[in-house]
C-alpha cells in the first residue's frame, strides 16, 4: 500500500503533532504523540475505545489545549477555527422529527457559522448539489436528515465536511454503528475521496481490519501512547506490546489481522497463516 | 368582537403570534422548551417587583426575564441545563413571592398576569411592543446560520469557531425579550405554549426549515385569533383556549402523519430507514445487509 | 445559651400549632421530594417534574370548584399528565421535552379555566396565588397522616427498584439488555415523581415542589458520586433548607414591615440556592486541590456538563 515517500519537509505536512501531551482531571491521557500526515494520505487512528482517539481529534481541532508539545496544521499552529479541517464527529443525532433536509445540512457546512440567511445565489445550490453527487447522495438531497439510515447520514456529513474544500477530513469512529455493507461503502468512499481530490483523510477506528485495503499509514494508539508507521511496520507484537504495556499476540489470517493479548510470560508472537494450508475460519475482530 | 375597543387586541395577538411562530420553530428544534417556559415565567416576578415600585410592569418583566436569560446560560456552565433552568425559575418565582406579599395587588391582576386578558390593550403599549417584535425578528435574522449549526451538530460548530455556549444564550436572551411583549394578551404562563405547539405541529407538515417557520407563524396565528374570538364571546381566559388549541393541534398533526406513514408501501429514502443510532456494537457480527 | 435561641427564634416558635405542622410537613415532603429527585437529575427530568407540579395544580383548582380534597386533585392530575407524557414522546430527549411542553400548556390552560370558574362561582380572590404558591403555614392538620403515608410509600417503591431505576437511567441500552423493562420502569417513576411532587405542591406550593425536587439533589450529586448516598443527603439538605426556612419566616414577623412576615417560599427557595451554589465552590476547591497534588492541570475539558454518577459499587 504504500508508495516510497519522496523527501518532503516538515512545512509540507497537512498535520504534524510533536510530542504531544495531555492532561486531564489530573491524569496524564496523551504522552508524547508524534506523527505527520500528509497531504493525499489516508491515515488510519487505531486503538480501542478510550485511548486516546478523541482527545486526539480534540487536540488537532483546538478544542483542547495540550500540556506540552507542538501541533501544526497546514504548517501553521493551531487556532480556533482551521477552515482547512473537515470534521465529521461520531454521534451526530438527529431527531426524525427535525425540519431539515440532507441539501440544508450540506448547505451549512458552507456557511452555518457565518451570521445571517443563506442568500438565493445560484452558487451555493450548486456547490451542494455537487457534493451530494460527490458522496453519492443526490437523490436524497431533499429527504428529511432524521428518517435516512445510519449510512445515508454518514454520507451526508461527509459532503458537509467537504463542501467547504478542506485539505484535511477528520473522521471520528464513522464505522462504529454502520453494519458491514455500509461499512464497506463508507471506506470505499473515503477512498476514492482523498485520492481524487487530494484531502488527507484521517480516520479513527478501534477496528483496523475494514482499512486496511485503503490505508497508507496508520497510529496505532494504545494507553494514550502512539506508534506511527505502515501496516506492516506498525502492527507487530513487539510495538504493540510496548505500547500497551503488556504482552500482545498479532495474528494474520486471511489477510486480516487480529490482536490479542498474549499468554502470560510469552513473549508476543506475530504468525502469519502459510499458504496453501486448510481453510481457517473467517475471523471477525473483536472489540 | 372587532370594535375599535378590540382593534388594539387584535393587532397586539397578531404580533405576539408572529413572534412566538418564528422563536418557537427553534425552541423546539433546540429542545430548549423548559427554558421557553420558565423565562416568561420567572419573569412574573419582575412584574410584582414593578408593582412594589410603581414602575411600568413591561420593564420589570423584562428586566427579569433577561436575568433568567443570563442566569441560566450562567448556571449551565456550572452544571445540567435542565437543573439550571429550575433553579433560576424557582429563584424568580421565590423573589416574585416576595414582592407580591408586600403588595396590595388586585389578585386579578396576577391572574392576567399570569392567564392573559382580552381587554387589556393600551395603544400606548403598541409600538413598544412593534419595536421588542421587530428586534426579535432580527435577533433571529442574523443568529440563523449558527442556530441551525449548534443545533445539529455542535462539535462541527466548535471546530468552526461558533461558541454553542454563547449561541445558546443569545438565544435565550431573544426568548426573553419576545416573553416580554406577551403580558397582554395571552399571559406570561400561556405564551410558551404558543411558541411550542405551532412550531411542533409545523414540522409534521414540511421538511425545510423556512417553509416550517411560515407555517408555524401561520398555525400561531390561527390559534390566537380563535381563542381571543372565544375568549370574547365566552368570557373564558384567553390562556385556556390557547394552551388546548396548542396541544390538540400537535396531536392530530401527529396522528395525520403516522396515518400518512402507514399508507405508504416501500421504502424510500428519506422515509423509513433503519435507524442505527442505538445498535448495540453485538450487531457487527451479524450478517451483512440493512 | 437562652440567649442564642431567642435571637434565633421569635417568640412563640416552638408553641405554635402551624408551625410545628409546617416542620413536620415540610421535612417529610422535603426527604420524599429528596429522594425522587436524585433520580429526575440523572434522569434530566427536570422540566417534567416541574411540569407535573404546575399541571397538579389544574387539578387543584379544580378540586376546590368541586369541593373535593385538594391533594386528590392534584394528585390525580398529575399522575393522568404523567401517563400521557409517557404515551406522546419518550424516547428522544427533544421529543418527550415538546411532549412536556404540551402537556404543561394544556394543564395550565385547564388550570386557567378552572380558576376562573373558581373566582367567579365562588368569588374568593386570591385562589390562583394560595394554588401556584401555596403557603407552608397554612397545612390542613387532619391530611397530615395521608400525607405522611403516601410519602413512604413512594420511598418504598423507589427503594424497592432502586437497581433497575439506576441502570435503566444511567444505561437504557444496557438495561434492556440485562432484561430490565426499561418502558415501565420509565413510565413508574414518571408516576412516582407525580405522586410526590403532587404531595409537595399541595402542602408548600409548586415553587417549593420544584425547587425540593431539583435543588438539594443537584447538590448533594455535586457532593457524592453514589446515589443511595445522594438520596440520604438530598433529604438531609432538603429538610435543612425548609427548617431554616420556616425559622426565618417565623422571624421576619419581627422584621420591617413589622407584623407582616416574609413569605416562607422565598426563605426556603433562598436557601436551596445557597446550598446549590456552596457545594459548588466545595466541589472547584476540592478539584483544584487534586489537580494540583498530581502533575501538570492543564485546561479541563469543555465548559461544564457535570460528571457522570457512577453507578454504587455495593
Given at each position: ?14 498535520l504534524?503533532?510533536d510530542g504531544?501531551s495531555?492532561?486531564?482531571a489530573g ?10 500526515v500528509?497531504p ?8 480501542p ?6 482527545t ?11 500540556g506540552a ?18 470534521y ?29 440567511i443563506?442568500?438565493?445565489g445560484?452558487?451555493?445550490?450548486q ?37 467547504s474544500?478542506?485539505r ?12 458491514i ?34 490505508m497508507d499509514r ?17 502492527i507487530r507484537?513487539?510495538v ?13 489470517v ?6 490479542v ?11 502469519e ?15 | 368582537?372587532?370594535?375599535s ?8 395577538a397578531s ?27 420567572g419573569?412574573f ?13 413591561i ?20 452544571g445540567?441545563?435542565?437543573v ?12 416574585g ?10 389578585a386579578?391582576?396576577v ?7 382580552v381587554l387589556?390593550?393600551?395603544s ?11 428586534a426579535?425578528?432580527l ?5 440563523y446560520?449558527?442556530?441551525l ?8 460548530a ?15 436572551l ?31 407538515f414540511?421538511s425545510s426549515?423556512l ?6 407563524v ?10 381571543i ?7 373564558y381566559?384567553?390562556?385556556?383556549f ?5 396541544a ?6 401527529r ?5 400518512r ?30 | 445559651?437562652?440567649?442564642?435561641l ?11 400549632a ?12 422535603a426527604?420524599?421530594t429528596?429522594?425522587?429527585g436524585?433520580?429526575?437529575?440523572i434522569r434530566?427530568?427536570a ?8 399541571v397538579?395544580?389544574?387539578?387543584g ?31 428522544r430527549p ?11 400548556g ?19 380572590t ?19 397522616p395521608t ?26 441500552e444496557?438495561a434492556?439488555?440485562?432484561g430490565?423493562?426499561v418502558?415501565a ?14 404531595l409537595?405542591a399541595?402542602?408548600?406550593g ?22 443511595g ?11 435543612a433548607?425548609v427548617w431554616i ?8 414577623f ?9 413569605p416562607v ?8 440556592f445557597?446550598f ?22 492543564s ?16
Amino acid at each position: 500500500m504504500t508508495e516510497p515517500r519522496p523527501a518532503i519537509g516538515i512545512d509540507d505536512a497537512v498535520l504534524s503533532l510533536d510530542g504531544v501531551s495531555v492532561w486531564l482531571a489530573g491524569r496524564e491521557v496523551l504522552h508524547d504523540v508524534r506523527f505527520r500526515v500528509m497531504p493525499g494520505e489516508f491515515t488510519g487512528l487505531i486503538g480501542p475505545n478510550g485511548a486516546g482517539k478523541t482527545t486526539i481529534f480534540r487536540v488537532i481541532l483546538g478544542l483542547q489545549p495540550p500540556g506540552a508539545g507542538s501541533v501544526l496544521v497546514g504548517g501553521r499552529p493551531l487556532d480556533r477555527h482551521n477552515p482547512i479541517i473537515g470534521y465529521v464527529p461520531q454521534k451526530v443525532f438527529f431527531d426524525p422529527d427535525m425540519p431539515l433536509r440532507a441539501r440544508d445540512v450540506v448547505g451549512l457546512g458552507l456557511d452555518g457559522h457565518r451570521l445571517g440567511i443563506p442568500l438565493r445565489g445560484g452558487g451555493r445550490r450548486q456547490a451542494v448539489d455537487r457534493m451530494l453527487a460527490a458522496v453519492d447522495a443526490t437523490h436524497l438531497a431533499d429527504a428529511r436528515v432524521g428518517n435516512l439510515s445510519g449510512g445515508e447520514q454518514q454520507r451526508v456529513l461527509i459532503a458537509h465536511a467537504l463542501i467547504s474544500s478542506p485539505r484535511l477530513l477528520l473522521l471520528d469512529e464513522p464505522l462504529a454503528n454502520l453494519d458491514i455493507r455500509a461499512e464497506g461503502e463508507v471506506v470505499a468512499l473515503l477512498a476514492r475521496i482523498a485520492r481524487e481530490q487530494r484531502i488527507a483523510v484521517l480516520i479513527s477506528a478501534h477496528d483496523v481490519n475494514p482499512l486496511l485495503p485503503v490505508m497508507d499509514r496508520l497510529v496505532y494508539v494504545a494507553a494514550g501512547r502512539t506508534a506511527s508507521g505502515t501496516t506492516a511496520e506498525v502492527i507487530r507484537a513487539e510495538v504493540l506490546s510496548a505500547l500497551y504495556g503488556q504482552h500482545v499476540d498479532v495474528l494474520r489470517v486471511h489477510g486480516r489481522i487480529l490482536v490479542v493479548s498474549g499468554a502470560e510470560g510469552a513473549s508476543g508472537v506475530t504468525l502469519e497463516e502459510t499458504p496453501g494450508g486448510a481453510a481457517a475460519p473467517d475471523v471477525v475482530a473483536l472489540r | 368582537m372587532f370594535s375599535s375597543f378590540m382593534v388594539n387586541t387584535w393587532i397586539a395577538a397578531s404580533m405576539v403570534a408572529v413572534i412566538a411562530g418564528v422563536v418557537g420553530f427553534f425552541v423546539v428544534l433546540r429542545g430548549s422548551a423548559f427554558a421557553a417556559h420558565a423565562i416568561p415565567h420567572g419573569s412574573f416576578g419582575g412584574a410584582a417587583g414593578a408593582v412594589l415600585l410603581g414602575v411600568n410592569t413591561i420593564l420589570g418583566l423584562g428586566i427579569f426575564a433577561v436575568g433568567g436569560a443570563l442566569g441560566i446560560g450562567w448556571l449551565s456552565r456550572r452544571g445540567r441545563h435542565d437543573v439550571a433552568t429550575a433553579l433560576a425559575l424557582v429563584l424568580m418565582l421565590g423573589l416574585g413571592s416576595l414582592f407580591l406579599s408586600f403588595s396590595v395587588e388586585y389578585a386579578g391582576a396576577v391572574y392576567s398576569l399570569l392567564f392573559g386578558e382580552v381587554l387589556g390593550v393600551p395603544s400606548d403599549d403598541l409600538l413598544p411592543m412593534a419595536g421588542l417584535g421587530i428586534a426579535c425578528i432580527l435577533a433571529i435574522a442574523v443568529l440563523y446560520r449558527p442556530l441551525l449549526l449548534t443545533s445539529i451538530t455542535p462539535e462541527v460548530a466548535e471546530a468552526r469557531g461558533v461558541r454553542p455556549g454563547r449561541i445558546e444564550t443569545g438565544f435565550l436572551l431573544v426568548v426573553a425579550l419576545a416573553s416580554t411583549m406577551t403580558v397582554p394578551v395571552v399571559g406570561v404562563l400561556l405564551m410558551f405554549s404558543l411558541m411550542i405547539g405551532p412550531a411542533a405541529t409545523a414540522r409534521s407538515f414540511t421538511s425545510s426549515p423556512l417553509p416550517a417557520i411560515a407555517l408555524s407563524v401561520a398555525i400561531a396565528l390561527i390559534i390566537v385569533w380563535f381563542g381571543i374570538a372565544i375568549a370574547y364571546v365566552t368570557n373564558y381566559p384567553v390562556g385556556f383556549f390557547v394552551g388546548t388549541l396548542g396541544a390538540l393541534s400537535y396531536g392530530s398533526a401527529r396522528v395525520w402523519a403516522a396515518r400518512r406513514r402507514s399508507r405508504r408501501v416501500g421504502a424510500s429514502p428519506g422515509d423509513d430507514g433503519p435507524r442505527l443510532q442505538l445498535t448495540a456494537p453485538l450487531l457487527r457480527a451479524a450478517p451483512p445487509g440493512r | 445559651m437562652s440567649q442564642l435561641l431567642n435571637a434565633l427564634f421569635a417568640t412563640g416558635f416552638f408553641a405554635s400549632a402551624p408551625v410545628r405542622a409546617a416542620v413536620v410537613v415540610g421535612a417529610v415532603v422535603a426527604v420524599v421530594t429528596g429522594a425522587v429527585g436524585v433520580f429526575t437529575v440523572i434522569r434530566s427530568q427536570a422540566f417534567a417534574g416541574h411540569a407535573l407540579g404546575e399541571v397538579g395544580s389544574a387539578g387543584g383548582s379544580l378540586a376546590f370548584l368541586s369541593g373535593t380534597n385538594p391533594l386528590w386533585g392534584y394528585m390525580g392530575v398529575a399522575v393522568i399528565a404523567a401517563g400521557l407524557m409517557e404515551v406522546l414522546g419518550v424516547h428522544r430527549p427533544r421529543a418527550r421535552d415538546v411532549a412536556t411542553g404540551l402537556v404543561l400548556g394544556a394543564g395550565l390552560g385547564f388550570a386557567a379555566l378552572f380558576l376562573y370558574l373558581d373566582t367567579t362561582s365562588t368569588s374568593t380572590t386570591g385562589v390562583t396565588v394560595t394554588i401556584l404558591f401555596g403557603s407552608l403555614f397554612t397545612i390542613s392538620q387532619p391530611m397530615l397522616p395521608t400525607i405522611v403515608v403516601l410519602s413512604a410509600v413512594a420511598l418504598v417503591v423507589i427503594a424497592s427498584c432502586y437497581r433497575m431505576l439506576l441502570l435503566s437511567s444511567l444505561s437504557p441500552e444496557l438495561a434492556a439488555v440485562r432484561g430490565v423493562p426499561v418502558r415501565a420502569v420509565a413510565i413508574a417513576y414518571l408516576v412516582i415523581m407525580a405522586v410526590a411532587v403532587s404531595l409537595a405542591a399541595e402542602t408548600i406550593g409548586t415553587i417549593l415542589a420544584t425547587a425540593l425536587l431539583v435543588g438539594p439533589p443537584a447538590t448533594a450529586l455535586r457532593l457524592t458520586k453514589r446515589p443511595g448516598g445522594a438520596m440520604v443527603l438530598a433529604g438531609l439538605i432538603g429538610v435543612a433548607a425548609v427548617w431554616i426556612g420556616i425559622v426565618l419566616a417565623y422571624d421576619s414577623f419581627y422584621w420591617p414591615p413589622v407584623d407582616h412576615g416574609w413569605p416562607v417560599s422565598f426563605f426556603v427557595v433562598a436557601m436551596v440556592f445557597v446550598f446549590y451554589l456552596g457545594s459548588g465552590a466545595v466541589a472547584s476547591l476540592v478539584r483544584a486541590r487534586r489537580d494540583r497534588r498530581v502533575g501538570d492541570p492543564s485546561a479541563m475539558g469543555e465548559s461544564g456538563c457535570e460528571p457522570h454518577v457512577d453507578a454504587d459499587a455495593a
